[in-house]
Protein backbone atom coordinates (compact mmCIF):
# COMPACT_ATOMS: atom_id res chain seq x y z
CA UNK A 1 0.00 0.00 0.00
CA UNK A 2 1.22 3.44 -0.83
CA UNK A 3 -0.65 5.14 2.42
CA UNK A 4 1.23 5.87 5.35
CA UNK A 5 -0.30 4.48 8.73
CA UNK A 6 1.44 6.71 11.28
CA UNK A 7 4.61 8.66 11.33
CA UNK A 8 6.00 11.54 13.14
CA UNK A 9 5.99 14.76 11.34
CA UNK A 10 6.67 18.15 12.30
CA UNK A 11 7.66 17.19 16.05
CA UNK A 12 3.81 15.52 15.49
CA UNK A 13 1.65 12.28 15.33
CA UNK A 14 0.17 12.29 11.47
CA UNK A 15 -1.87 9.26 11.31
CA UNK A 16 -5.00 8.03 8.82
CA UNK A 17 -8.44 8.21 10.23
CA UNK A 18 -10.00 5.03 9.59
CA UNK A 19 -13.44 6.15 10.74
CA UNK A 20 -13.78 8.19 7.63
CA UNK A 21 -12.42 4.89 4.75
CA UNK A 22 -13.48 3.81 2.05
CA UNK A 23 -15.36 7.13 1.56
CA UNK A 24 -12.22 9.56 2.06
CA UNK A 25 -8.61 9.45 2.80
CA UNK A 26 -7.88 12.22 5.51
CA UNK A 27 -5.08 12.03 8.16
CA UNK A 28 -5.31 13.65 11.53
CA UNK A 29 -2.51 15.71 13.66
CA UNK A 30 -1.88 14.96 17.26
CA UNK A 31 0.23 17.35 19.73
CA UNK A 32 -0.84 16.07 22.93
CA UNK A 33 -0.91 12.48 24.15
CA UNK A 34 -4.75 13.24 25.45
CA UNK A 35 -5.12 13.49 21.81
CA UNK A 36 -3.89 10.21 20.96
CA UNK A 37 -6.03 8.69 23.50
CA UNK A 38 -9.13 9.94 22.49
CA UNK A 39 -8.34 8.78 19.08
CA UNK A 40 -7.52 5.43 19.85
CA UNK A 41 -11.30 5.24 21.98
CA UNK A 42 -13.16 6.60 19.18
CA UNK A 43 -11.35 4.31 16.47
CA UNK A 44 -9.31 6.99 14.32
CA UNK A 45 -6.44 4.49 15.55
CA UNK A 46 -7.73 1.39 15.86
CA UNK A 47 -5.44 -2.16 15.31
CA UNK A 48 -3.53 -3.94 18.52
CA UNK A 49 0.14 -3.40 17.13
CA UNK A 50 -0.86 0.19 15.29
CA UNK A 51 -2.00 1.43 19.33
CA UNK A 52 0.97 0.36 20.46
CA UNK A 53 2.83 2.54 18.36
CA UNK A 54 0.94 5.34 18.31
CA UNK A 55 1.19 4.66 22.81
CA UNK A 56 4.58 5.13 21.96
CA UNK A 57 5.06 7.75 19.73
CA UNK A 58 2.47 10.05 21.84
CA UNK A 59 5.19 9.62 24.92
CA UNK A 60 7.48 11.65 22.28
CA UNK A 61 5.02 14.41 22.93
CA UNK A 62 5.49 14.39 26.71
CA UNK A 63 9.01 14.49 26.58
CA UNK A 64 8.76 17.29 23.85
CA UNK A 65 6.26 19.08 25.98
CA UNK A 66 8.57 18.97 28.97
CA UNK A 67 11.59 19.71 27.40
CA UNK A 68 13.08 22.23 30.11
CA UNK A 69 12.03 20.02 32.77
CA UNK A 70 14.36 18.82 35.07
CA UNK A 71 14.30 14.94 35.72
CA UNK A 72 11.54 14.44 38.51
CA UNK A 73 9.18 17.00 36.74
CA UNK A 74 9.72 14.78 33.60
CA UNK A 75 9.24 11.20 35.06
CA UNK A 76 6.18 12.34 36.87
CA UNK A 77 4.81 13.56 33.47
CA UNK A 78 5.82 10.50 31.52
CA UNK A 79 4.58 7.74 33.87
CA UNK A 80 1.58 9.93 34.20
CA UNK A 81 1.15 9.49 30.58
CA UNK A 82 2.12 5.87 30.34
CA UNK A 83 -0.24 4.79 32.69
CA UNK A 84 -2.94 6.78 30.82
CA UNK A 85 -2.07 5.17 27.31
CA UNK A 86 -1.74 2.05 28.86
CA UNK A 87 -5.80 2.21 30.18
CA UNK A 88 -7.06 3.49 26.69
CA UNK A 89 -8.18 0.24 25.75
CA UNK A 90 -8.32 -3.07 27.79
CA UNK A 91 -8.56 -5.87 25.51
CA UNK A 92 -5.29 -5.19 23.10
CA UNK A 93 -2.11 -6.47 25.10
CA UNK A 94 0.29 -4.45 22.52
CA UNK A 95 -0.65 -0.92 23.75
CA UNK A 96 0.63 -2.20 27.44
CA UNK A 97 3.48 -3.77 25.88
CA UNK A 98 4.63 -0.77 24.29
CA UNK A 99 4.02 1.23 27.23
CA UNK A 100 6.23 -1.10 29.05
CA UNK A 101 9.35 -0.82 26.23
CA UNK A 102 9.29 3.11 26.39
CA UNK A 103 9.23 3.16 30.20
CA UNK A 104 12.20 1.59 29.85
CA UNK A 105 13.55 4.35 27.24
CA UNK A 106 12.34 6.55 29.12
CA UNK A 107 13.97 5.97 32.69
CA UNK A 108 16.78 5.59 31.10
CA UNK A 109 17.02 8.99 29.46
CA UNK A 110 15.62 11.16 31.92
CA UNK A 111 18.58 12.60 33.61
CA UNK A 112 19.82 13.80 29.66
CA UNK A 113 19.27 17.28 28.97
CA UNK A 114 15.46 17.74 27.19
CA UNK A 115 16.37 17.28 23.51
CA UNK A 116 17.97 14.48 23.88
CA UNK A 117 15.49 13.06 26.27
CA UNK A 118 12.99 13.66 22.79
CA UNK A 119 15.52 12.15 20.41
CA UNK A 120 16.43 8.85 22.31
CA UNK A 121 11.95 8.22 23.09
CA UNK A 122 11.27 9.35 19.56
CA UNK A 123 13.90 6.91 18.14
CA UNK A 124 12.80 4.28 20.37
CA UNK A 125 9.44 4.49 18.86
CA UNK A 126 10.30 4.45 15.45
CA UNK A 127 12.33 1.39 15.99
CA UNK A 128 8.89 -0.23 17.10
CA UNK A 129 6.89 0.66 14.61
CA UNK A 130 10.22 -0.47 11.73
CA UNK A 131 10.22 -4.11 13.72
CA UNK A 132 6.63 -4.06 13.39
CA UNK A 133 6.47 -3.66 9.59
CA UNK A 134 9.61 -6.54 9.96
CA UNK A 135 7.94 -8.96 11.75
CA UNK A 136 4.70 -8.56 10.00
CA UNK A 137 6.77 -9.57 7.01
CA UNK A 138 7.92 -12.93 8.61
CA UNK A 139 4.49 -13.91 9.83
CA UNK A 140 3.39 -13.44 5.80
CA UNK A 141 6.58 -15.96 5.04
CA UNK A 142 5.37 -18.51 8.02
CA UNK A 143 1.91 -18.71 6.78
CA UNK A 144 1.79 -18.01 3.21
CA UNK A 145 2.93 -21.98 2.74
CA UNK A 146 -0.24 -22.80 4.20
CA UNK A 147 -2.53 -22.20 0.83
CA UNK A 148 -3.24 -23.45 -2.31
CA UNK A 149 -4.04 -21.68 -5.50
CA UNK A 150 -7.67 -21.53 -5.69
CA UNK A 151 -8.06 -20.96 -2.13
CA UNK A 152 -10.99 -19.02 -0.59
CA UNK A 153 -9.40 -17.53 2.25
CA UNK A 154 -12.13 -15.96 4.91
CA UNK A 155 -11.41 -13.08 7.41
CA UNK A 156 -13.14 -11.03 9.85
CA UNK A 157 -11.91 -7.61 10.88
CA UNK A 158 -9.39 -6.04 9.98
CA UNK A 159 -5.59 -7.23 10.80
CA UNK A 160 -3.87 -5.81 7.65
CA UNK A 161 -1.73 -3.14 6.96
CA UNK A 162 -4.52 -0.49 8.63
CA UNK A 163 -4.06 -2.53 11.82
CA UNK A 164 -0.24 -2.27 12.09
CA UNK A 165 2.91 -0.01 11.27
CA UNK A 166 2.33 -1.63 7.07
CA UNK A 167 1.57 -5.05 5.81
CA UNK A 168 -0.93 -6.53 8.30
CA UNK A 169 -0.72 -9.91 10.07
CA UNK A 170 -3.29 -12.06 8.95
CA UNK A 171 -3.74 -10.21 5.37
CA UNK A 172 -0.21 -9.93 5.30
CA UNK A 173 0.05 -13.79 5.35
CA UNK A 174 -2.51 -13.88 2.36
CA UNK A 175 -0.08 -10.79 0.41
CA UNK A 176 3.18 -12.83 0.93
CA UNK A 177 0.83 -16.09 -0.65
CA UNK A 178 -0.16 -14.16 -3.60
CA UNK A 179 3.58 -12.13 -3.86
CA UNK A 180 4.39 -15.93 -3.94
CA UNK A 181 2.43 -16.94 -7.16
CA UNK A 182 -0.31 -18.93 -5.69
CA UNK A 183 -3.96 -17.33 -6.74
CA UNK A 184 -6.19 -16.39 -3.35
CA UNK A 185 -9.25 -14.57 -2.90
CA UNK A 186 -10.66 -13.59 -0.04
CA UNK A 187 -14.04 -13.23 1.31
CA UNK A 188 -14.58 -11.17 4.33
CA UNK A 189 -16.91 -10.57 6.87
CA UNK A 190 -18.84 -7.14 7.23
CA UNK A 191 -17.62 -7.19 10.75
CA UNK A 192 -20.86 -5.66 12.73
CA UNK A 193 -21.54 -3.31 14.42
CA UNK A 194 -18.62 -1.22 12.91
CA UNK A 195 -17.83 -2.81 9.61
CA UNK A 196 -13.80 -3.20 9.61
CA UNK A 197 -14.27 -6.30 7.15
CA UNK A 198 -16.77 -4.56 4.87
CA UNK A 199 -14.73 -0.66 5.29
CA UNK A 200 -11.35 -1.34 6.09
CA UNK A 201 -9.96 -4.87 5.07
CA UNK A 202 -11.74 -4.51 1.11
CA UNK A 203 -10.69 -1.12 0.83
CA UNK A 204 -7.13 -2.52 1.13
CA UNK A 205 -7.59 -5.63 -0.88
CA UNK A 206 -9.14 -2.82 -3.57
CA UNK A 207 -6.13 -0.80 -2.96
CA UNK A 208 -3.63 -3.77 -3.68
CA UNK A 209 -5.75 -5.41 -6.28
CA UNK A 210 -6.34 -8.80 -4.50
CA UNK A 211 -9.38 -10.48 -5.69
CA UNK A 212 -11.83 -10.22 -2.43
CA UNK A 213 -15.91 -10.90 -1.68
CA UNK A 214 -17.39 -9.37 0.69
CA UNK A 215 -20.57 -11.25 2.86
CA UNK A 216 -22.58 -10.43 5.95
CA UNK A 217 -21.63 -11.97 9.34
CA UNK A 218 -24.35 -14.63 8.82
CA UNK A 219 -23.55 -15.58 5.67
CA UNK A 220 -20.09 -17.61 6.84
CA UNK A 221 -22.34 -20.76 7.70
CA UNK A 222 -23.88 -20.85 4.43
CA UNK A 223 -20.54 -20.69 2.32
CA UNK A 224 -18.83 -22.93 4.68
CA UNK A 225 -21.18 -25.54 4.14
CA UNK A 226 -21.53 -25.51 0.26
CA UNK A 227 -17.61 -25.88 0.49
CA UNK A 228 -16.98 -22.44 -0.35
CA UNK A 229 -14.38 -21.71 2.52
CA UNK A 230 -11.09 -23.41 1.93
CA UNK A 231 -9.94 -21.82 5.60
CA UNK A 232 -10.18 -18.77 8.23
CA UNK A 233 -7.45 -16.72 9.45
CA UNK A 234 -7.64 -14.13 12.05
CA UNK A 235 -5.02 -11.67 14.12
CA UNK A 236 -5.69 -10.65 17.88
CA UNK A 237 -5.91 -8.48 20.24
CA UNK A 238 -4.50 -10.93 23.11
CA UNK A 239 -3.30 -14.34 22.89
CA UNK A 240 -3.22 -16.14 26.68
CA UNK A 241 -0.63 -18.44 27.79
CA UNK A 242 -2.68 -21.48 26.94
CA UNK A 243 -3.53 -20.09 23.30
CA UNK A 244 -6.86 -19.14 23.97
CA UNK A 245 -7.33 -16.13 21.13
CA UNK A 246 -9.39 -12.51 22.17
CA UNK A 247 -10.09 -11.39 18.88
CA UNK A 248 -12.95 -9.36 17.30
CA UNK A 249 -16.52 -10.62 18.63
CA UNK A 250 -17.84 -12.52 15.92
CA UNK A 251 -14.37 -14.79 15.58
CA UNK A 252 -15.41 -17.51 18.08
CA UNK A 253 -18.42 -17.74 16.39
CA UNK A 254 -16.08 -18.55 13.24
CA UNK A 255 -14.29 -20.72 14.90
CA UNK A 256 -17.25 -23.14 15.96
CA UNK A 257 -18.19 -23.00 12.48
CA UNK A 258 -14.64 -23.97 10.99
CA UNK A 259 -14.32 -26.69 13.71
CA UNK A 260 -18.00 -28.14 12.31
CA UNK A 261 -17.11 -28.02 9.01
CA UNK A 262 -13.32 -28.83 9.20
CA UNK A 263 -12.15 -26.00 8.24
CA UNK A 264 -9.01 -24.73 9.67
CA UNK A 265 -8.69 -21.75 11.75
CA UNK A 266 -5.51 -19.86 11.48
CA UNK A 267 -4.82 -16.85 13.82
CA UNK A 268 -1.89 -14.72 12.45
CA UNK A 269 -0.09 -12.80 15.42
CA UNK A 270 3.40 -11.43 16.51
CA UNK A 271 4.91 -12.43 19.84
CA UNK A 272 4.22 -9.30 21.69
CA UNK A 273 0.17 -10.17 21.35
CA UNK A 274 1.00 -13.09 23.07
CA UNK A 275 0.78 -12.36 27.26
CA UNK A 276 2.28 -14.91 29.74
CA UNK A 277 1.12 -13.31 32.51
CA UNK A 278 -3.11 -14.39 31.20
CA UNK A 279 -2.92 -17.91 32.00
CA UNK A 280 -6.28 -18.66 30.11
CA UNK A 281 -8.72 -16.50 28.22
CA UNK A 282 -10.69 -15.89 31.34
CA UNK A 283 -7.91 -13.64 32.20
CA UNK A 284 -8.32 -11.17 29.20
CA UNK A 285 -10.31 -8.47 29.89
CA UNK A 286 -13.59 -7.76 27.41
CA UNK A 287 -13.95 -4.09 26.85
CA UNK A 288 -17.82 -3.08 26.10
CA UNK A 289 -18.23 -0.27 23.85
CA UNK A 290 -21.57 2.32 23.46
CA UNK A 291 -24.45 1.46 22.77
CA UNK A 292 -24.57 4.40 19.66
CA UNK A 293 -22.45 1.97 18.02
CA UNK A 294 -24.87 -0.71 17.20
CA UNK A 295 -28.38 0.91 17.62
CA UNK A 296 -26.92 3.81 15.04
CA UNK A 297 -25.46 2.15 11.18
CA UNK A 298 -22.40 4.23 11.54
CA UNK A 299 -23.27 7.02 13.48
CA UNK A 300 -25.97 7.86 11.34
CA UNK A 301 -29.21 6.09 10.51
CA UNK A 302 -31.34 4.59 13.49
CA UNK A 303 -32.01 0.98 13.23
CA UNK A 304 -33.48 0.06 16.56
CA UNK A 305 -36.03 2.11 18.99
CA UNK A 306 -34.77 4.40 20.56
CA UNK A 307 -34.50 3.51 24.22
CA UNK A 308 -33.48 -0.45 22.96
CA UNK A 309 -31.13 -2.28 25.41
CA UNK A 310 -27.59 -3.18 24.14
CA UNK A 311 -24.91 -5.39 24.85
CA UNK A 312 -21.92 -4.53 22.91
CA UNK A 313 -18.85 -6.42 23.62
CA UNK A 314 -15.89 -5.26 20.91
CA UNK A 315 -14.19 -8.83 21.71
CA UNK A 316 -14.60 -12.70 22.22
CA UNK A 317 -12.29 -15.53 23.42
CA UNK A 318 -12.01 -18.39 21.18
CA UNK A 319 -10.76 -21.56 23.03
CA UNK A 320 -7.80 -22.72 22.40
CA UNK A 321 -9.00 -26.15 20.88
CA UNK A 322 -11.08 -24.82 18.30
CA UNK A 323 -7.59 -22.94 17.01
CA UNK A 324 -5.52 -25.10 13.89
CA UNK A 325 -2.48 -22.93 14.18
CA UNK A 326 -0.83 -19.85 15.50
CA UNK A 327 1.74 -18.04 13.11
CA UNK A 328 3.84 -15.83 14.29
CA UNK A 329 7.18 -14.60 13.51
CA UNK A 330 8.98 -17.52 15.47
CA UNK A 331 6.59 -20.30 13.01
CA UNK A 332 4.13 -21.98 13.09
CA UNK A 333 3.21 -23.11 16.14
CA UNK A 334 0.47 -25.53 18.18
CA UNK A 335 -1.10 -24.34 21.45
CA UNK A 336 1.62 -25.73 23.73
CA UNK A 337 4.32 -23.81 21.80
CA UNK A 338 2.54 -20.16 23.05
CA UNK A 339 3.85 -21.10 26.52
CA UNK A 340 6.90 -21.40 25.47
CA UNK A 341 7.36 -18.47 23.01
CA UNK A 342 10.14 -16.72 24.84
CA UNK A 343 12.03 -19.84 25.22
CA UNK A 344 15.23 -20.94 23.71
CA UNK A 345 14.84 -22.52 20.03
CA UNK A 346 15.36 -26.28 21.42
CA UNK A 347 12.26 -25.64 23.73
CA UNK A 348 10.25 -24.14 20.88
CA UNK A 349 11.35 -26.76 18.15
CA UNK A 350 9.46 -29.23 19.12
CA UNK A 351 5.81 -27.79 18.90
CA UNK A 352 6.28 -26.20 15.81
CA UNK A 353 4.11 -27.32 12.68
CA UNK A 354 4.91 -28.62 9.37
CA UNK A 355 2.77 -26.34 6.60
CA UNK A 356 3.23 -29.09 4.73
CA UNK A 357 1.42 -31.93 7.28
CA UNK A 358 -1.69 -28.95 7.71
CA UNK A 359 -2.28 -28.57 4.43
CA UNK A 360 -2.28 -32.45 4.04
CA UNK A 361 -4.67 -33.00 7.36
CA UNK A 362 -6.90 -30.36 5.52
CA UNK A 363 -7.03 -32.07 2.15
CA UNK A 364 -8.33 -34.98 3.95
CA UNK A 365 -10.92 -33.60 5.93
CA UNK A 366 -12.00 -30.42 3.85
CA UNK A 367 -15.57 -30.25 2.86
CA UNK A 368 -16.90 -31.04 -0.58
CA UNK A 369 -17.21 -28.62 -3.32
CA UNK A 370 -20.68 -27.70 -4.36
CA UNK A 371 -20.89 -27.90 -8.28
CA UNK A 372 -24.09 -25.98 -8.24
CA UNK A 373 -22.54 -22.71 -6.30
CA UNK A 374 -20.18 -22.11 -8.47
CA UNK A 375 -22.31 -20.53 -11.33
CA UNK A 376 -24.39 -18.17 -9.28
CA UNK A 377 -21.12 -17.08 -7.39
CA UNK A 378 -19.13 -16.15 -11.08
CA UNK A 379 -22.69 -14.01 -12.82
CA UNK A 380 -22.98 -12.16 -9.28
CA UNK A 381 -18.89 -11.37 -9.28
CA UNK A 382 -19.32 -10.36 -13.23
CA UNK A 383 -21.79 -8.38 -12.40
CA UNK A 384 -20.31 -6.26 -9.39
CA UNK A 385 -17.35 -5.39 -11.47
CA UNK A 386 -19.49 -4.23 -14.77
CA UNK A 387 -21.61 -2.28 -12.30
CA UNK A 388 -18.65 -0.75 -10.60
CA UNK A 389 -17.09 0.35 -14.04
CA UNK A 390 -20.36 1.89 -15.22
CA UNK A 391 -19.77 3.96 -11.76
CA UNK A 392 -16.98 5.20 -13.28
CA UNK A 393 -15.56 4.14 -9.65
CA UNK A 394 -13.04 1.85 -11.06
CA UNK A 395 -9.79 3.04 -12.84
CA UNK A 396 -8.74 1.18 -16.16
CA UNK A 397 -5.68 -0.21 -14.49
CA UNK A 398 -8.02 -1.77 -11.53
CA UNK A 399 -10.42 -2.87 -13.77
CA UNK A 400 -8.22 -4.64 -15.74
CA UNK A 401 -6.34 -6.28 -12.98
CA UNK A 402 -9.47 -7.10 -11.15
CA UNK A 403 -10.82 -8.75 -14.33
CA UNK A 404 -7.47 -10.40 -15.04
CA UNK A 405 -7.45 -11.86 -10.85
CA UNK A 406 -11.33 -12.43 -11.62
CA UNK A 407 -10.61 -14.39 -14.19
CA UNK A 408 -7.56 -16.37 -13.07
CA UNK A 409 -9.58 -17.46 -10.20
CA UNK A 410 -12.79 -18.82 -12.58
CA UNK A 411 -9.97 -20.97 -14.34
CA UNK A 412 -9.29 -22.70 -10.63
CA UNK A 413 -12.97 -22.90 -9.50
CA UNK A 414 -13.79 -24.47 -13.53
CA UNK A 415 -11.24 -27.21 -12.35
CA UNK A 416 -12.30 -27.59 -9.04
CA UNK A 417 -15.99 -27.72 -10.67
CA UNK A 418 -14.53 -30.61 -13.30
CA UNK A 419 -12.99 -32.96 -10.17
CA UNK A 420 -15.64 -32.68 -8.01
CA UNK A 421 -17.77 -33.81 -11.05
CA UNK A 422 -15.76 -37.02 -11.97
CA UNK A 423 -15.27 -37.49 -8.22
CA UNK A 424 -19.33 -37.79 -8.19
CA UNK A 425 -19.19 -40.24 -11.03
CA UNK A 426 -21.06 -37.64 -13.40
CA UNK A 427 -19.51 -36.31 -17.11
CA UNK A 428 -17.51 -33.44 -16.78
CA UNK A 429 -18.76 -31.95 -20.74
CA UNK A 430 -16.30 -28.59 -20.12
CA UNK A 431 -13.20 -30.67 -18.91
CA UNK A 432 -10.90 -29.43 -21.58
CA UNK A 433 -11.51 -25.53 -21.07
CA UNK A 434 -8.01 -23.36 -21.44
CA UNK A 435 -6.20 -22.10 -18.64
CA UNK A 436 -2.85 -21.89 -16.45
CA UNK A 437 -2.66 -24.61 -13.74
CA UNK A 438 -1.28 -23.50 -10.83
CA UNK A 439 1.39 -25.56 -9.28
CA UNK A 440 -1.20 -26.83 -6.23
CA UNK A 441 -3.86 -27.47 -8.43
CA UNK A 442 -4.03 -30.56 -10.69
CA UNK A 443 -4.77 -30.19 -14.35
CA UNK A 444 -8.49 -31.75 -15.02
CA UNK A 445 -6.65 -34.56 -17.37
CA UNK A 446 -4.97 -35.80 -14.99
CA UNK A 447 -8.18 -37.09 -12.25
CA UNK A 448 -8.74 -40.76 -12.18
CA UNK A 449 -12.09 -41.98 -12.98
CA UNK A 450 -13.97 -42.92 -10.26
CA UNK A 451 -14.46 -46.64 -9.47
CA UNK A 452 -18.69 -46.04 -10.29
CA UNK A 453 -17.92 -44.94 -13.84
CA UNK A 454 -14.94 -47.78 -14.90
CA UNK A 455 -17.79 -50.66 -13.44
CA UNK A 456 -20.07 -48.92 -15.27
CA UNK A 457 -18.05 -49.41 -18.65
CA UNK A 458 -16.86 -53.45 -17.82
CA UNK A 459 -20.52 -54.39 -17.67
CA UNK A 460 -22.96 -52.34 -19.79
CA UNK A 461 -25.31 -55.84 -20.07
CA UNK A 462 -25.54 -55.82 -16.80
CA UNK A 463 -26.60 -52.24 -16.25
CA UNK A 464 -29.45 -52.73 -18.76
CA UNK A 465 -30.87 -55.82 -17.70
CA UNK A 466 -30.91 -53.97 -14.23
CA UNK A 467 -32.73 -51.28 -15.81
CA UNK A 468 -35.48 -53.79 -17.43
CA UNK A 469 -38.64 -53.88 -15.52
CA UNK A 470 -38.95 -57.99 -13.95
CA UNK A 471 -42.03 -59.72 -13.97
CA UNK A 472 -43.07 -60.51 -10.30
CA UNK A 473 -41.97 -64.60 -9.35
CA UNK A 474 -44.66 -66.23 -7.68
CA UNK A 475 -43.50 -67.57 -4.14
CA UNK A 476 -44.85 -71.51 -3.03
CA UNK A 477 -46.40 -71.43 0.35
CA UNK A 478 -44.19 -73.55 2.70
CA UNK A 479 -45.83 -76.61 4.20
CA UNK A 480 -46.93 -76.72 7.42
CA UNK A 481 -44.06 -79.02 9.48
CA UNK A 482 -45.85 -82.47 10.27
CA UNK A 483 -46.96 -82.78 13.72
CA UNK A 484 -44.62 -84.74 16.30
CA UNK A 485 -46.01 -87.95 18.04
CA UNK A 486 -46.32 -87.84 21.34
CA UNK A 487 -43.85 -90.11 22.62
CA UNK A 488 -41.17 -88.65 20.90
CA UNK A 489 -42.41 -85.35 22.47
CA UNK A 490 -42.25 -86.83 26.05
CA UNK A 491 -38.93 -88.33 25.17
CA UNK A 492 -37.36 -84.88 24.56
CA UNK A 493 -39.05 -83.41 27.18
CA UNK A 494 -36.70 -86.35 29.54
CA UNK A 495 -33.69 -85.10 27.90
CA UNK A 496 -34.17 -82.36 28.52
CA UNK A 497 -34.40 -82.29 32.10
Known amino acids: MNHKMIEWQNNRIRVLDQRLLPRETTYREFTDYYQVIDAIQTLVIRGAPLMGIAGAMSLALVAQSKIEADRE ?144 DSMAAHFMKIGRINAVIVGADRVAANGDVANKIGTYSLAVLANAHKIPLYVAVPVSTIDLTANSGADIPIEEREKEEIILVMGRTMIT ?14 PAALVTAYITERGILSPRGIKLIEGSEAKLKPHRLSSTDLRKRRQATETPFDTKA ?73 TKPSPKKAAAKKAPAKKKAAEQPTAKKKVPAKKPAPAKPAATKKAAAKKKR
Open 374 to 446: AETISVTRRTTAEALAKAGKLTPAKQAAQEAAGEAMERVLHRKKQQALVRLGDTADEAGEEGESGPDVPPTGT
Open 305 to 318: PERARVWNPAFDVT
Open 73 to 216: TFLEAFLTAADALRRARPTAVNLAWAIDQMITVGEACAGKAGPERVKAILAAANKLRDADIATNEAIGKAGAPLFNSGDYVLTHCNAGALATAGYGTALGVVRAAISGGKRLSVVITETRPMFQGARLTAWECDEDNIPYTVIT
